[in-house]
């Protein structure tokens, strides 16, 4: 007991309390809008982020005709998803925007064999709601749940097989605050980080991506390591609870 009250006063304290490797409290709303054919709010602690899928009949122009489907994301902030009003991409959007826009389609079609999907696009829309970083990681892990519930649907009318939708692909922030890996950062712990990661995971522990920055002096091979062994830890239990929504 001793050792363990030590450990708990050496350790930096997080802004909510958490344990360097604890994601903060999750939660799936399914169908949380009515039209789209799936609906997903995603709460990762303060980070609400809503993802609706709808379903086009047809694949862009730029495809070939050959029965392949397609998956494409679009991410944006409402205004006071922010501390302070984030305007309206009304001009084009911004290369951030982009960025995570291209990242979340990435993820997700990962998550989906397009073989099978038939001459049919999935637009998964991310619009984040209240942000308390980890917003695109939030965006991939509700988004799927969201494309599971799309797809679900439509093996049910038998328009595609049940194995369209492949095993879960889920993302998590990891960050070095204060010397220290830390999982799941928040806004506070985010603007503080000395290291910066976002990696995106399937449930095989196979990444899909990785995106790394130091944000002041470069960081070792050994501090990546142990980010990725974080991730995975992470991912995977985000992976179980992704499970338990859809089940």
């Given amino acids: 007991m001793l050792a363990q009250t030590k450990d708990m006063i050496d ?16 939660r799936f709303t399914l ?10 709010l995603i709460e990762m602690g303060q980070t609400r982020v809503l993802c609706n899928v709808s379903i086009e009949e047809q694949t862009p122009a730029w495809m070939d005709e050959h029965g392949r489907g397609w998956l494409t994301a679009e991410y ?10 984030t305007r309206r991409e009304t001009d084009g959007l911004r ?8 990242l979340i389609g990435r993820s997700l079609r990962a998550g989906v064999d397009l073989n099978l999907l038939g001459e049919r696009t999935l637009i998964v829309d991310c619009d984040v709601l209240q942000a308390d970083g980890g917003t695109r990681a939030a965006a991939i892990t509700g988004g799927y749940v969201a494309v599971a519930l799309a797809l679900r649907r439509l093996a ?9 939708l492949k095993p879960p692909v889920a993302a998590i922030s990891v960050g ?3 010397g220290e890996v830390r999982t799941d950062l928040c806004y506070a712990e985010d603007r503080a980080a000395e290291v910066d990661l976002n990696v995106v995971m399937t449930d095989d522990d196979r990444l899909v991506e990785v995106q ?15 980010m990725l062994d974080a991730a995975a830890s992470s991912i995977a239990d985000l992976i179980r609870q992704q499970r338990e929504a859809l089940a």
């Fill in 95 to 102: 290369g951030r925007t982009q960025e995570i826009r291209r």
């Fill in 212 to 226: 790394g920055t130091a944000e002041g002096a470069p960081f070792s091979r050994e501090t990546l390591d142990r």
């Fill in 31 to 40: 169908d949380y809008v009515e039209y789209p054919e799936g609906s997903v």
């Fill in 176 to 178: 070095v605050v204060d």
């Fill in 11 to 26: 350790d930096p304290q997080r802004p909510d309390g958490r344990r360097p490797d604890e994601l903060r409290p999750v």
């Fill in 156 to 164: 049910e009318r038998g328009a595609v097989p049940p194995e369209t």
């Fill in 76 to 85: 944006a902030l409402l205004p006071r998803s922010t501390h302070t009003r």
